[in-house]
């Protein structure tokens, strides 16, 4: 897959690559770049099948190390630069290389006296192929370490398609960020990066480089509507907005189609384990969907999504496989089933068990994101002797909404009574300012 990307780099070499900082580096400044990273490997010893972390933001130097390290066939670990858990997931992949880079596109590089074997990793270099580690978000548990054949992941680019001139918004760590820029990158298309990523600058970005793709999260989207700053800006270029990497919130795909009705919605669908799966959305404010294309299949059991991908993992590093024993990955998604179109529920390990009945915190979370002063919100379940659990709601009122009103409490109660089932309705509300979300823009499920 190498070869196939170097062919596109060729023949595109006075077309702009990627845009970083306010500046455009061509492809042929790109392959430079990538030239320089090879002899940097061959000059500090960092052999095929070692591991190599990369703590970075999207950046010409970053994207042309990765590529060398592809070439190098090394096994990739792609890290957020600011994360707090770089640490601790540099433990569990045991990093033996470590890069880290700044705003400047400058570096560190250091080494780790790291000896540390493991059978996936064996495998790799058995392959005599690239590899990568990719870790889940956290959001729901400890971080895992999925272990990718990297070939595998990189077959689906294999083809030229049209690059709509796109926004890189997903982080370097996910893998949604990683397949943007491979994606743009193998049709000779521009990656534009962007450090900051609150709804003003994004908009702003959008006017400036006339983007055409939004790929972003239901979190961010929902921000971006709450911030109201998308009309200070011409935002006309813009053509599609992708969203995936957790559950949609339906008021917010309303809300979304409402202020934007001449740009198309697509759910996407994708797991660190599988990586991204073609999709085909019902219509652009429907979170009914088809899933697959080549190379994957699904099937559903017991109201639960199990996939089977050619792309799939090795398996992780820090957890037991969970695949079943025909190769069915169990994705603990929970899914409703309308021909051939799925609606994803939610994690079935995020489902609240109120005496007996299943509630989902992403339906109530949706009905009470409908309340023009309810900034965010997380809900949650508490243990309950009589019940076994009750649905809680930690909510950020809007900064023109005061959590002193007395009725306020009893407002949304009410609301809530209006829309949902008397099970669903929240016992217990708490106020917040706390951010309800973690650094890429997802709902955090441990925040309670």
């Known amino acids: 897959m190498i070869n196939y990307f170097n062919e596109v780099f060729q023949s595109n070499v006075d077309k702009p690559a990627v845009l970083f900082n306010n500046t455009v580096f061509t492809y ?17 010893s960092i052999f095929s099948g070692e591991t190599v972390a990369v703590k970075a933001d999207f950046s010409n130097e970053a994207i042309a190390l990765i590529f060398a390290l592809i070439e190098n066939k090394s096994i990739i670990i792609p890290l957020n630069v600011s994360s707090v858990d770089n640490a601790n997931k540099l433990l569990i992949s045991s990093a033996k290389h470590i890069f880290t880079f700044f705003d400047d596109d400058s570096f560190e590089y250091d080494v780790n006296s790291s000896n540390f074997s493991h059978e996936f990793y064996n495998e790799l270099n058995r392959r005599n192929t690239p590899g990568i580690v990719l870790f889940s978000s956290g959001s729901s548990g400890m971080p895992k370490a999925a272990v990718h054949d990297l070939n595998k992941l990189l077959l689906k680019f294999n083809s030229k398609k049209l690059a709509l001139r796109t926004l890189n918004f ?21 990656v534009i990066t962007c ?20 790929p972003a999260s239901p979190t961010f989207l929902k921000l971006l509507l709450l911030s109201g700053v998308y009309e200070k800006y011409n935002l006309g270029s813009l053509q599609m907005i992708t969203y995936g990497t957790e559950p949609m919130p339906e008021s917010t795909l309303l809300k979304l189609k409402q202020v934007f009705p001449d740009i198309k919605l697509l759910q996407t669908y994708g797991l660190i384990e599988l990586g991204v799966m073609h999709t085909k959305s019902k219509s652009d404010d429907s979170l009914w969907m088809k899933i697959g294309g080549d190379g994957y299949s699904h099937r559903v059991v017991d109201g ?10 090795l398996g992780y590093l820090n957890a037991e496989s969970p695949f079943t024993h025909d190769g069915w990955f169990k994705t603990n998604d929970s899914v409703m089933v309308e021909g051939e179109y799925l609606k994803i529920l939610g994690r079935q390990s995020e489902l ?23 900034k965010d919100v997380l809900v949650y379940g508490e243990s309950n002797s009589l019940v076994g659990n009750i649905v809680c709601a930690k909510i950020q009122l809007t900064e023109n909404s005061s959590q002193e009103h007395l009725n306020i409490k009893s407002e949304i109660k009410k609301y809530c009574r209006s829309k949902l089932s008397p099970f669903k309705v929240p016992v217990k509300i708490i106020f917040t300012k706390e951010d309800l979300v973690n650094s890429r823009f997802k709902k955090n499920r441990l925040n309670k």
């Open 352 to 374: 609240i068990n109120v005496g007996g009945d299943k509630v989902f915190p992403q339906e109530i979370e949706s009905v009470i994101l409908e309340l023009d002063f309810v």
């Open 28 to 44: 042929k400044e790109l392959i430079a770049s990538i030239d320089n990273w090879r002899q940097f490997l061959r000059n500090h």
């Open 170 to 190: 997903l982080l370097f760590d996910h893998w949604g960020g990683l397949n943007t820029m491979f994606h743009i990158l193998s049709c000779g298309g521009l």
């Open 304 to 313: 639960l999504l199990e996939i089977k991908a050619e792309s799939a993992m």
């Open 195 to 214: 450090r900051d990523r609150n709804p003003s600058f994004i908009c702003n970005l959008i006017e400036t480089y006339s983007i055409q793709l939004l």
